[in-house]
């Protein structure tokens, strides 16, 4: 996979980056996009995520990790998931279908921001640093939901899950607990995404894609704040806080419909 450095995000040429035409800096731009679509289509996408064994057969401490979500599903919370690629943060309300998150990716000298706000069933983007009008981050774009054939892209999770920790946790076993902490392997053949993680490239890994390692810790009420992932050369981490928050989203106001071209780029 390729290593990319995360740097400061700014609309236009990157400093110190050599000068390219602008065909070429839509280019390396428009990978860029393919790039955050993947780290915040964290989700499992369409239909039902696997749900976590709870019979008698599981390990006590898998179906306590299970349980470690319930507050991830009952009210607000933040998030920030960190990977090689860049990062993924926000907070979302699943109760009131509330979500304001950011994606920001750099790649190739390119650097792109992503805005997602979602209020109750409608979805609002902006990207600032695609060298075109319109994506300098002031104007807000409106998805049309009749043509999202991914939910979980951009976090638009149809199981208000932008992170898609509940399919990654259905996934574990070997699962052992150790006071707040909790580590054992993860079948990642059964999770669609996971960040920016290039699934289909990790599954030919062959055996070793079925039991790669993962590190959990629960707070004192035992809720889920961490989970790492050690994917083989790019590791994914997500953290969860602030539980309770209450979200003040709201639609911005204006917004243009999305362009038809960024349907397909944003992996929508």
Same mark, same amino acid.
């Given at each position: 996979?390729?290593?990319?450095?995360?740097?400061?995000?700014?609309?236009?040429?990157?400093?110190?980056?050599?000068?390219?035409?602008?065909? *070429?800096?839509? *280019?390396?731009?428009?990978?860029?996009?393919?790039?955050?679509?993947?780290?915040?289509?964290?989700?499992?996408?369409?239909?039902?995520?696997?749900?976590?064994?709870?019979?008698?057969?599981?390990?006590?401490? +898998?179906?306590?990790? *299970?349980?470690?979500?319930?507050?991830?599903?009952?009210?607000?919370?933040?998030?920030?998931?960190?990977?090689?690629?860049?990062?993924?943060?926000?907070?979302?309300?699943?109760?009131?279908?509330?979500?304001?998150?950011?994606? /920001?990716? /750099?790649?190739?000298?390119?650097?792109?921001?992503?805005?997602?706000?979602?209020?109750? $069933?409608?979805?609002?983007?902006?990207?600032?640093?695609?060298?075109?009008?319109?994506?300098?981050?002031?104007?807000?774009?409106?998805?049309?939901? *009749?043509?999202?054939?991914?939910?979980? /892209?951009?976090?638009?999770?149809?199981?208000?899950?932008?992170?898609?920790? +509940?399919?990654?946790?259905?996934?574990?076993?070997?699962?052992?607990?150790?006071?707040?902490?909790?580590?054992?392997?993860?079948?990642?053949?059964?999770?669609?995404?996971? $960040?920016?993680?290039?699934?289909? +490239?990790?599954?030919?890994?062959?055996?070793?894609?079925?039991?790669?390692?993962?590190?959990?810790?629960?707070?004192? +009420?035992?809720?889920?704040? /961490?989970?790492?992932?050690?994917?083989?050369?790019?590791?994914?981490?997500?953290?969860?806080?602030?539980?309770?928050?209450?979200?003040?989203?709201?639609?911005?106001?204006?917004?243009?419909?999305?362009?038809?071209?960024?349907? $397909?780029?944003?992996?929508?």
């Amino acid at each position: 996979m390729l290593r990319r450095r995360l740097i400061p995000i700014r609309p236009g040429r990157v400093p110190g980056s050599p000068r390219r035409s602008a065909p *070429a800096l839509v *280019a390396a731009l428009a990978s860029v996009l393919v790039t955050a679509a993947a780290l915040a289509g964290c989700s499992f996408g369409k239909g039902d995520p696997p749900k976590p064994t709870t019979g008698p057969s599981v390990a006590p401490s +898998q179906s306590e990790l *299970a349980k470690s979500l319930h507050a991830l599903s009952s009210g607000g919370y933040k998030f920030k998931v960190v990977a090689k690629e860049g990062s993924y943060t926000g907070g979302i309300d699943p109760v009131a279908d509330l979500l304001d998150a950011t994606v /920001s990716v /750099s790649s190739d000298g390119a650097s792109l921001k992503i805005d997602t706000v979602g209020v109750r $069933g409608t979805a609002y983007t902006r990207l600032t640093g695609l060298p075109m009008p319109g994506f300098d981050g002031t104007t807000w774009y409106r998805v049309d939901p *009749a043509r999202v054939t991914r939910p979980g /892209s951009l976090g638009l999770s149809a199981i208000k899950d932008p992170t898609g920790v +509940q399919a990654l946790v259905a996934a574990v076993h070997d699962v052992r607990r150790e006071n707040r902490g909790y580590t054992g392997t993860v079948d990642m053949t059964r999770v669609t995404a996971w $960040g920016p993680v290039n699934i289909p +490239q990790v599954i030919q890994l062959g055996e070793v894609a079925r039991r790669i390692p993962f590190e959990a810790t629960v707070d004192d +009420q035992d809720r889920l704040v /961490s989970m790492k992932v050690d994917i083989p050369d790019n590791p994914v981490t997500a953290t969860y806080s602030d539980f309770g928050t209450t979200l003040s989203t709201t639609a911005p106001a204006n917004a243009e419909p999305l362009p038809d071209h960024l349907y $397909g780029m944003l992996g929508l």
